[in-house]
Structures are given as C-alpha cells and as structure tokens.
C-alpha cells in the first residue's frame, strides 16, 4: 500500500509536467492547425532558463526565494520566444502543414544544438532549496516535496486556464475558434491575434514546465524536452483537441499507465503500455476522450 501510494505522487508529478507540455500543444494544434514539433524544445529552453538564474543569480540567497524568481523568468522567456517563433516563422505558413513541420522541425534542432552548445550536453544538477529534497509523509507513503509541489502548480494551472476558457472573452473566442474557426472569422473576431495569443500561452506553459522538469528530474540535459515530446503528442491524441479537460485527464492516465507497468511489470515496457493505451483510445473514440467529433 504504501508503495502504491508513493507510485500515485510520483504519476501525479510526471502527469503534472505532461501536462503543461501538452495542454499548450493542444491548444495550439486545436485552434491553430499547427503542429509545432519545437514545442518540447521549447520545455528544454524554460529548464536552461531555470536553471542559469539557480546556478548563476547569486544575488539572493534564499533558494526558494531565487527559484521563484526562475520560474519566473523561464514564464518571461518562454513568452518572448512563443512571440518571437509565431510572428516571424509561423503567421506566414499558415495553412502550409508540411511547411509548419519542417520549420519547426529545423527549429526544434536548432534550439537543442544551441542549448547543447552553449551549456554543453553532459547533464547539469540544478540547486534545489532543502523543501524540495524533503519529504512528507502520507498514509505512510514517504513523499517527496517536489512532487507535491509540481502537482499543485500543474493544478492551479489547470484550474486557471478552465476559468479563463469559460469566462474570459478570449477564451471564448478561442473555445468558438476550435469549434469552427471560419465562423469566427465570419464574424469579424481577429482570429490572427488570438493565434499570436494561443502561441505566446502554450509557449510560457512549456517553459513553466520546463523549470519544474529540471527539478523533478534533478537537472536537465538539451534532450530533455525532446524525450517527452513522443508523450506529449500521446497525451495530445488521447485528451482530444483543443479541451484541456481532456488532456489533464490523459496526462494522468499516461503518467500512471507509464509508472505502475514500469514498477510492477519490467523498466521501460511502461512506454510500450502507453502505446497500448493510445491505440485502445483510437480504436474506441478516435476523437480522443473529451474531443469533439469531426463534422461531415
């Protein structure tokens, strides 16, 4: 019991990043039409951030204090870059899906050998404040800190974009543009800055990502966003287009499917079940969980 109940925090802190590289990634591809395959280069880029402010941003002390501040900064980052790539390397290639792959394809590599350039490709351990290493104790299950905190953070994410999409004008906008698009054009709603809006969103979320990534795998290395990406695009496929609900939902489902097979079964045949369980999916509702059926 107790080491199920370490496996369910563990699944929960793995769901929790799954999801903020995915939940961008849908809204992206759901409203957008946009595979954006640097997406998960992206992640790596928010945990590079992280971690230059942990290692080199001497001027606080305190480690939780400077962590804040970290994830802070990679949010910042990842939304200067979200700009900067839709603007100048997407908004012209609107449409062109090939086109959209390959550019971001060609980004995504550009982005890992810059990274690993720069900081070079060997593993860097980012400091982490004493509460992260720590652990609580749950029904007896020793939990660690990190996990905790991943999860909450990827909860109140999760929960403020569930607002934001309900309530927000914008976020109706974006709601009707997955729905149909063209009636959103038709009504003359500037759907060009809702996309610039989507990208700018999606990219902060994996760089949000990214930062708690660094912690919960104890360092980053430049493959790092790019290992996950497979997952990402399954949690993608499983959680259905454009719905959040949905890919919160499939993070989980992916995580504990990863984890429970990987601990009770064999190391490494938990990526084979989650194989198993996206092709489950799609035999029965292609359209993935809480995904919309497509229109004749």
């Not at 957008?32 to 942990?54: E, K, P, Q, R, T």
């Not at 400077?66 to 200067?80: E, H, P, S």
């Not at 060009?192 to 949000?208: I, P």
Request: charged content about 10%.
């Amino acid at each position: 019991m107790t080491t199920l109940i370490v496996l369910t925090a563990t699944s929960l802190g793995l769901a929790g990043l799954y999801f903020l590289l995915s939940s961008g990634l849908s809204l992206i591809f759901g409203l957008m039409d946009v595979l954006n395959v640097a997406h998960a280069a992206i992640f790596g880029v928010g945990g590079y951030a992280a971690w230059v402010v942990m290692d080199r941003f001497n001027l606080i002390d305190s480690l939780a204090a400077r962590f804040a501040v970290a994830t802070v900064v990679a949010v910042i980052f990842g939304c200067v870059l979200g700009y900067f790539v839709e603007r100048t390397l997407i908004a012209r290639n609107y449409g062109d899906h090939l086109t959209q792959i390959l550019i971001t394809l060609g980004l995504a590599f550009v982005m890992e050998g810059l990274i690993g350039g720069i900081f070079s490709y060997s593993p860097q351990s980012i400091a982490q404040p004493a509460w992260f290493t720590d652990v609580t104790v749950i029904l007896g299950g020793r939990i660690p800190n990190s996990r905790i905190l991943i999860f909450g953070i990827s909860a109140l994410v999760l929960v403020s974009l569930l607002v934001f999409m309900k309530k927000s004008k914008y976020g109706l906008i974006i709601r009707a543009g997955v729905e149909n698009r063209r009636m959103v054009q038709a009504l003359g709603i500037d759907v060009a800055r809702s996309f610039t809006f989507v990208f700018v969103l999606g990219a902060a979320l994996a760089c949000l990502g990214g930062a708690l990534g660094a912690v919960y795998f104890t360092g980053i290395t430049p493959a790092l966003g790019p290992n996950l990406l497979i997952f990402a695009f399954i949690v993608v496929i499983i959680g259905g287009l454009g719905s959040i609900g949905g890919t919160a939902i499939a993070a989980a489902l992916v995580a504990f499917t990863q984890q429970i097979v990987n601990f009770y079964v064999s190391t490494g045949l938990g990526d084979i079940a989650v194989v198993g369980l996206l092709a489950a999916v799609l035999l029965l509702r292609p359209q993935g969980l809480l995904g919309r059926v497509a229109s004749a």
